[in-house]
Nanobody, 125 residues
């Protein structure tokens, strides 16, 4: 079992920044890939970013490349998503997720085994 808890969401103006955090417990944090997804009302959950077990390789959706940065601190069992230059279309509930099985990046939600409860990010224009 892995428990994931996101924090750091909120309301921000377009062009602003937010930093999301994901606190993990229950399993050795470095034993899984970590991903961030988001889901806007009426839309499917979509991939945002992922980071490998050691934290030295990352993957991003094209829509956030150059604006978002994923990171992790295995010593502190935490992950983060730094979001800069936010746009109204970034508005969604953001989820962190853990993939315990794969040793490569996946952008498919069903490949992830555990999920946090989500944190709302709202970007006003």
């Amino acid at each position: 079992q892995v428990q994931l808890v996101e924090s750091g969401g909120g309301l921000v103006q377009a062009g602003g920044s937010l930093r999301l955090s994901c606190a993990a417990s229950g399993r050795t944090f470095s034993n899984f890939y970590m991903g961030w997804f988001r889901q806007a009302p009426g839309k499917e959950r979509e991939f945002v970013a992922a980071i490998n077990r050691g934290g030295d390789s990352t993957d991003y959706a094209d829509s956030v490349k150059g604006r978002f940065t994923i990171s992790r601190d295995n010593a502190k069992n935490t992950g983060a998503l730094q979001m800069n230059s936010l746009k109204p279309e970034d508005t969604a509930v953001y989820y962190c997720a853990a993939d315990l099985r794969r040793w490569y990046f996946s952008s498919r939600p069903y490949d992830y085994d555990y999920w946090g409860q989500g944190t709302q990010v709202t970007v006003s224009s």
